[in-house]
């Protein structure tokens, strides 16, 4: 069996549109049957701390946008940041790093991140996968 | 004859300093007879729009760099990114892709984006053609 | 004797989340036995300018967490951003490309720039090092 393609995402933004971003690419890739795999850093890191996804706005300088964009995507009945997150994970494709260096200079514990995390590891965990990765980005 | 390399680009901003990143990028890429494939979501799709990408500027966290850098950009001649984008369109090299679920969020009519985009599509289309790229990047 | 593996980063960001997320990736591929490449362009550029990394801060969005983050990477003696890059160019691994239209965008002369900047080139330079790269980044 060939093994499969692999999308190896590093997320270092928070912002709603970038999570989006990132959670469409790799619900594409894992219905595409690729691995995803996302290593979380910095702001993506905190975006994983339990209820604060569920808080991620635009960045300011697009604030004005938001109400609009929210009502479209209740209108499209879209699925939120977390809920692609939990499909991508159903599908058994996805691995989520938590970066932790990004741990250690924020003092955030493991506890206190969402139960779907697989690994907490340092940049050379990433550097490795990506390598044998088909598409590597840094969002 | 040998396959062209490609540079595969999601173009995520819309402001002035990364659009001239993803265009010198591209510019580059054709002038060295690559084939560059962009792929335009959020704010780099809002760019798009008709009219918009003149009015494009440096983050506020860069605003007062702005006089000084439009003023360098005019004593030197240097193209405005639509130019840019129209010169390497010429050169028979560039695609242009408009992503669909942003046009959604959005409620963006195709009939307002300017005519140099070649097709509307999602993500998958951007990771079959990232996966067979030379460079891959997310702007 | 094999070739060695190669990071390519496009380091487009200045502020102080963005160079640790560079140089951290930089210095784990150099302590990996890779070659890193960096190239700085817009306000990673700047960030080169003599005495000016020295004073990058967190991006306005975030600036509510610099002050524990700074007291953090002091009490973990974090290095900072230059330690960083000065540690990787020790391990002669490390190549340092200023991008020269952000030089003349912004009217930067060499003279200005720390002395580790190895060559200053064009985004043709970049891209014929990252077709042959392994792992790739815009940062």
Redesign the interface.
């Known amino acids: 069996m060939p093994e499969k ?1 692999k ?1 190896a995402l ?1 997320v ?1 933004s928070g ?1 709603l ?2 999570l ?2 990132a959670f ?2 790799g619900s ?2 894992v ?2 049957n ?1 691995e995803a795999h996302l290593y979380f ?3 993506g890191l905190q975006a994983l701390v339990k209820g604060a996804m569920e808080k991620a706005t635009l ?4 604030a004005k ?1 938001e109400p ?2 929210r009502e ?2 209740k209108a ?1 009945k ?1 699925p939120t940041p977390y809920d692609m997150l939990k499909r991508m994970k159903a599908s058994g494709l996805l691995k989520i790093y938590a970066c932790t ?1 990004t741990m ?4 955030i514990k493991r506890e206190t991140l969402i139960p779907e995390v697989d690994e907490m590891v ?3 965990t ?2 490795t996968i ?2 044998d990765a ?6």
Chains 1, 2, 3 share one sequence.
Do not use: H, N, Q
Not at 104 to 107: L, P, R
């Open positions: 393609k999308l590093i270092e912002t549109d970038r989006y971003c469409i690419l594409t890739a219905s595409m690729w850093t910095f702001w960045p300011s300088d697009y946008m609009m964009m479209r995507l499209m879209y260096p250690e200079m924020f003092a340092g940049a050379s990433f550097l990506a390598a088909d598409v590597t980005l840094f969002i």
